[in-house]
């Protein structure tokens, strides 16, 4: 499974590399900027995705744990973590 | 701690259902657009505050709870429901 | 067409701040955190169609009004309060 | 002024492409998923930027043109563009 998940995180990030080399010819053509902003918008949108394959696997794996056997400071700091990265997620 | 909790979370939006009710004189004043959209900015962000409590304390005590005792199909329910409030934060 | 607009802003504002004091509501009764967050999400996304409509006319008159008659200073002034605005908008 | 602004959003973009490679490298040595995710995050942040420099350009030339000597229809065009660009921007 982790196996899995690995290669799924990376394929997305190969295509969103080049969706990214894809919109960097698209300014060099100088395409209407409004086709350029659709683009860049479902970059973004595919980065979310991303993060959020990777969050739930953190959830299931890394924070799941430290709620079963680990001291309550490890707990604290796992929820101090994902709050943190779920205040960025607003930005 | 819990009564804390909830105090907080009520006077936040009792302060916020305030500022809607504000908003709306300042549309009634036919006040400028920017200004509006500032106050409104703001208010959105003081519900972002008060949806980072919730979610905190639920981390704290339902999602943690359940990780440690929780049964495997309870931990999955859990995990979840805050892949799926997390994605609506995007939104 | 103004006070159409005003009438249904308004008409949002307090449907909002009734769903405000709805939350008090299920706080105070100590509803399921996940059912809070998800009434807390739809009234951020009815607060962002409120901003899509102020600045919606924003553009339709103010900004379009310094574009056709207003001085080069003035129509870069519109600009960057579009600009501000948008900038808040991922916040 | 038009070229300054191209090479600065195909820098932008290239950086962005290198961060990128940066995250997959990362997810093959199998570095903490807070540490991807913070990246990540800070490539949505930069992918934000280089939407904000194109909307900008976008308002001074194309929409503000439009607004000058366009039709009503046209102006409305630019208009619903930019503000269907803006909804998406909330995703």
Chains 1, 2, 3, 4 share one sequence.
Do not use: W
Not at 6 to 34: A, F, N, P, T
Not at 36 to 47: G, P, Y
Not at 53 to 78: N, P
Request: aromatic residues 2%; glycine residues 6%; contains cysteine.
């Amino acid at each position: 499974m982790a196996n899995n998940h690995h290669k799924e995180v990376l394929d997305r990030l190969r295509r969103i590399e080049g969706q990214v080399r894809g919109i960097q010819k698209m300014v060099e053509e100088e395409r209407y900027c409004i086709e350029v902003l659709t683009v860049l918008r479902s970059v973004v949108a595919a980065l979310g995705k991303v993060e959020e394959l990777i969050l739930r696997r953190h959830l299931e794996t890394c924070v799941s744990g430290a709620m079963r056997s680990g001291s309550v400071k490890e707990q604290d700091e796992k929820i101090d973590e994902v709050m943190q990265i779920l205040s960025q997620f607003r930005r």
